[in-house]
């Protein structure tokens, strides 16, 4: 994990938010007909359903979330400030297109970041909203037995490594990486905190989250066939770069303490 500083540039870098990022350079995919490409064909995001993931929620500071309850939203601890009351996030929901004139807001009223949040691990946050929003929730896993397999993501974030937000919501499939291959990928995945932090991509690259997309949530389905959240968005080096996967924020490890932290928000 990146220190505080470079994960708060990342998210507030102009052009940065999420999802998908694309295995080619920009224009590359445009330039090379695609049975001469010596990279993959682009396999980063499509755009998602209105309705299909009712739990997801952008965030004015340029961040995703999701629904923990109809009034708390679960992103990441490098997308806010620390801890305490503040009105100065506004989460707009129940829409995939973000200027649809359907879209729910709400303001927030107090941030409870992890307790303990360095920079290193740890990063996931609470947000109480002034009000419920009329929508479906994402349960968290609650156990590491869903930390595994393919992975959904979704977010609002950047399309591609330096690309600009997206008004449309995104979704892709990235299977899960193993910590020891994760590790292995050097630079800053070395000190991957493997409690904590969950890796997820293709082994050749080209669909990932991305700048923006942090604090949304990464989810597959339970044994019930329902979606649960696995992770949250937190880091990568680039976006969808062969070898260098997307990082998470492994959920179930932090379920109890997300718990009690919601009941300390009335939640
Ligand atoms: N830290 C980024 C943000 O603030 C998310 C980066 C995710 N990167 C990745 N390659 N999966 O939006």
Known sequence: MRNIL????????VGAVTLAGLGLLP???LAAPADTRTTPPVVGGTPAEQGEFPFMVRLSMGCGGALYTQDIVLTAAHCVDGSGPTTDITATAGVVDLEDPQALTATSTEVLQAPGYNGTGKDWALIKLDK???LPTLPIAGTGSYDSGDFTIAGWGADQEGGSQQ???LKATVPFIDDATCKSAGGSYAGLVEEEELCAGLP???VDTCQGDSG???????????WIQVGIVSW???CARPGKPGVYTQVSHFAADIGTAAAQLGG
């Not at 470079?6 to 870098?13: D, E, F, I, L, S």
């Open 216 to 226: 949304g949530p990464m989810f597959r389905k339970d044994d019930a066939g329902r």
């Open 132 to 134: 419920a929003l009329d």
């Open 167 to 169: 008004r449309h919501l």
């Open 204 to 206: 050749e690259g080209g």
């Open 27 to 29: 224009g590359t995919a």
């Open 236 to 238: 990568g080096e680039g």
């Open 6 to 13: 470079q994960q708060v540039k990342r998210a507030t870098a």
